[in-house]
Each structure stands twice: as C-alpha cells, then as structure tokens.
Nanobody, 128 residues
Framework: QVQLVESGGGLVQAGGSLRLSCAAS????????MGWFRQAPGKEREFVAS????????AYADSAKGRFTISRDNANNTVYLQMNSLQPEDTAVYYC?????????????????????WGQGTQVTVSS
C-alpha cells in the first residue's frame, strides 16, 4: 500500500505561485509513475501533469503548459507541482496519484482509471 499526502495548497492572488508537495509513505515510489489531477466544484476530476518514474519524462494538460512544472525526488519519495501565473480558473482541489503501469507511455497517465493510489487532496484557491 502507498499512502499519499498532499500539502502546499492555499489562497493566492491571480498571478501568484504555489508549490504543491505529495509525500508518500508505506512503500517506496520506485517504479510508480506519478500524476497530478484537479477537481473544481461541479466538474469532473481532470488531468494536470504526470511524470514517468523510469525516464523522468513529463506531460501536461494544455491549461498547465508553460505555467506548471511537475518534478519528483525519488530519494525522498516526494513529488512536486510548481504552479506559476495562477489564475482564478485554476481554483480546485488538487490530487496526486501513483500508477504502476510498467511499459506504458505518457498518454496512459492522463487516464484517472490507470492510477492505483490517490491522496486526499489539497485546496488551491486563486482570487482575482
């Protein structure tokens, strides 16, 4: 079992930045690909960013490209999401997730159903 705990959310003004962290416990994140998703009120949970364990390759939703950066520290079992130039439409609960799908490509990490473990989420609110 992998337990994931997100932190770093909060209230920020438009144009500001936040850095989300996702700490894993229970077992190592080695061999797990990681993703960040978000869910705004009344909307489906949507893909934000992902990172492969093996290669470190990353992928982003169009809404996140150029503003968000996903990274991971395998030694410390932690994944990060640096969010810059935040806008009110980025307001949502942000979730990190771990997927064990060896030999898969980045496109598979855009699919919620491919993830094995989820955190409880952290609220990000961007005021205008």
């Amino acid at each position: 079992q992998v337990q994931l705990v997100e932190s770093g959310g909060g209230l920020v003004q438009a144009g500001g930045s936040l850095r989300l962290s996702c700490a894993a416990s229970g077992r190592t994140l080695a061999n797990y690909d990681m993703g960040w998703f978000r869910q705004a009120p009344g909307k489906e949970r949507e893909f934000v960013a992902s990172i492969k364990w093996s290669s470190g390759s990353t992928a982003y939703a169009d809404s996140a490209k150029g503003r968000f950066t996903i990274s991971r520290d395998n030694a410390n079992n932690t994944v990060y999401l640096q969010m810059n130039s935040l806008q009110p439409e980025d307001t949502a609960v942000y979730y990190c997730a771990a997927a064990y799908i060896p030999f898969s490509g980045l496109p598979a990490l855009r699919v919620r159903g491919n993830y094995n473990y989820w955190g409880q989420g952290t609220q990000v609110t961007v005021s205008s």
